[in-house]
């Protein structure tokens, strides 16, 4: 079967059926193609901290509204060293901005529903998908669907398939500049039935290692433990996840961590990756196809939520003002955003975790980073500005107070 559409989409995480949306709301069409079940993709608990750029995006295309009733807004976060807790005030530090604790399989469900009721369509459990004629005006993307093989012939493809999918390999060798980090150790991520140990997220550095105590609502709490990267999960029995939670928490009398039911626990490898360009004639990649945070500064849901930003701005300038230099702008505009990002999350992960062979003067060093950003406000204000998300005109060429002033103005929007 042939299909035609403006945008062709490849995968329908958060980037695809965000990008979907965006368009639809400026008028232009397009085809989002999954290789997952629905049910397997609306319940994948993956990331939950949406920065406050994200929340106004989703309010702003009319899809914010259970998020805004269910979700968790949080003015500040807690950085705790040896048991010793310093609180961040995020809404003081950065004019009136926060974050919002709401899972990302939620804001899958709020966005495919949004994608349906609109009549956008969505081919779920697609194989062998492939992209073709990338650098011609008129790509291709191919596929199966129940055996059957389908083709769909777009003006533009996007690429927004994962770290795993298939659109950034199908760019030809020697396009693509690769920058990659990887670090001597992963994340148990466990999500439990028990109320969080704080209203607030709490990242610890532990002789023992790094912990963080997170949630998605107040009975469901998202919890994380540095361990090796290539750790058995068999080696992780309930009783010594609590234990070794409660040893890293430090817990004193102001705050308890309650025991409950681990519903779901697994591994994940650290890294930081970055692919540059992010777009090869039509096919413009977004999300993690095109970079990898490590999870520690919550950015990997978000930098996907501001690349379409970009790729529909991007579109719609081609699209609706036959503006021809809007699509080349894509990529850069993008990475401006998406290096500040990997910057933060690679600094935040130095400052939280133990590093292995390390030795006595790195925890010393921590420790007297961590005592002078407590203490000026300088320091406190870039790790909370960042936290928060920088603005998705950050990179414009404005002075710094301009883009203070712009801040302050956009808060609590
Ligand atoms: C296992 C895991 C755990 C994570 N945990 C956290 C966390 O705890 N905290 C945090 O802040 N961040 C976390 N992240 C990061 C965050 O979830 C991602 O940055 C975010 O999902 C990026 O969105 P995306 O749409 O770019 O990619 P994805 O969400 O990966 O979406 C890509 C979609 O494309 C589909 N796809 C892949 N290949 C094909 C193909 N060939 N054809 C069609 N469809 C295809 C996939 O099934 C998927 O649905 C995690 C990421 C992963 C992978």
Known sequence: MNMRTQVGIVGAGPAGLLLAHLLDRCGIESIALEDRGREHIENRVRAGVLEQGTVDTLDEAGVGERMRRQGLVHHGIELSFNGRRHRLNLRELTGGRAITVYGQQEVIK?????RLDAGGQIFFEVEETSVHDLDTDAPKIRFRKNGEAHEITCDFIGGCDGSHGICRSSIPAGVLNVFERAYPFGWLGILAQSKPPSEELIYCNHPRGFALFSMRSPEITRLYIQ???DEEIANWPDDR????????LGVDESIRLEEGTILQKGV???RSFVVEPMQFGRLFLAGDAAHIVPPTGAKGLNLAASDVHYAAEALTGFFKRQDNDAI?????KALARVWKSERFSWSLT???????????IAARFQE????????????LRSIAENYVGLPLDFAEDRPAGARLHAMQAGAGR
Do not use: K, V
């Not at 130095?350 to 006595?360: E, T, Y």
């Open 368 to 379: 007297a980073e961590l005592d002078y950003l407590m203490h000026s406000e300088a320091g």
């Open 241 to 248: 996840i609590w234990q070794e939670l409660e040893l890293r």
């Open 328 to 332: 080349p702008a894509y990529s850069d």
């Open 110 to 114: 709020d966005l495919i529903n949004a």
């Open 350 to 360: 130095m400052l939280m975790h133990r590093f292995p062979d390390d030795g006595a």
């Open 268 to 270: 994940t490898p650290m």
């Open 227 to 229: 361990c090796e990267p």
